[in-house]
């Protein structure tokens, strides 16, 4: 799985932007919220990334924030909302304004997306209630990218993300990559 990218931005087309790292350029889909705030072509990027692979293809979705992966994943495992959809949800609607809807049941904010209907707007309410609402507290930012680094070890171990970056709380603030990781799976043991 690739969680994260780091290279420079060398194309933007919405929502394709092409972050070139190693001498390779990866095509990367973006809600419009990140597009809006990636840097200019020929600047450096950093991308928290989903990879979505299909029997015909392999795509790469990118995200500024940790709070809108997690959302866009949260999104993706309701049946019949795919990655196109979920990424349509996220450019009409802000992660925050996205738990709000959902706290209040608001279906009508979800149909203005286009793509999204009355049917499928309940749906998502219905999914999402308790697992984005109010009581969805978002993941911790991370300060560093070595934190960010020990964060993705976690979940690719099996951890939630909320629970890995809360693991990062009783780590010294200049931890290592290899030592965080021990440190972290210590706390998270107890």
Same mark, same amino acid.
């Given at each position: ?67 809108? @992966?997690?959302?866009?994943?949260? /999104? =993706?495992?309701?049946? $019949?909302? &795919?990655?196109? +959809? *979920?990424?349509?949800? !996220? ?12 706290? @209040?049941?608001?279906?009508?904010? /979800? =149909?203005?997306?286009? $793509?999204? &209907?009355?049917? +499928? *707007?309940?749906?998502? !309410? ?29 979940? *690719? ?34």
């Amino acid at each position: 799985m690739i969680g994260r990218i780091s290279g420079t931005l060398v194309e933007k087309s919405p929502p394709l932007v092409v972050v070139e790292t190693g001498g390779v350029g990866y095509e990367i889909d973006v809600p419009m919220s990140t597009f809006y705030n990636l840097p200019a072509i020929g600047e450096r990027v950093v991308l928290l990334t989903h990879l979505v692979v299909r029997e015909d293809a392999q795509q790469l979705f990118g995200f500024l924030t940790g709070e809108e @992966r997690s959302a866009f994943r949260q /999104l =993706v495992r309701i049946s $019949g909302v &795919g990655p196109r +959809t *979920a990424l349509a949800v !996220l450019s009409g609607l802000s992660v925050a304004e996205l738990a709000q809807a959902v706290t @209040r049941q608001e279906a009508g904010r /979800l =149909v203005k997306v286009p $793509g999204i &209907g009355k049917k +499928t *707007a309940e749906r998502l !309410l219905l999914e999402l209630k308790g697992r984005l609402g109010a009581d969805f507290v978002l993941p911790a930012a991370v300060a560093s990218e070595a934190q960010a680094d020990i964060v993705q070890a976690l979940v *690719a171990l099996g951890y939630g993300e909320r629970e890995a970056a809360s693991s990062l709380k009783s780590l010294p603030a200049d931890v290592g990559v290899s030592e965080g990781i021990k440190l972290a799976l210590r706390a998270l043991s107890k």
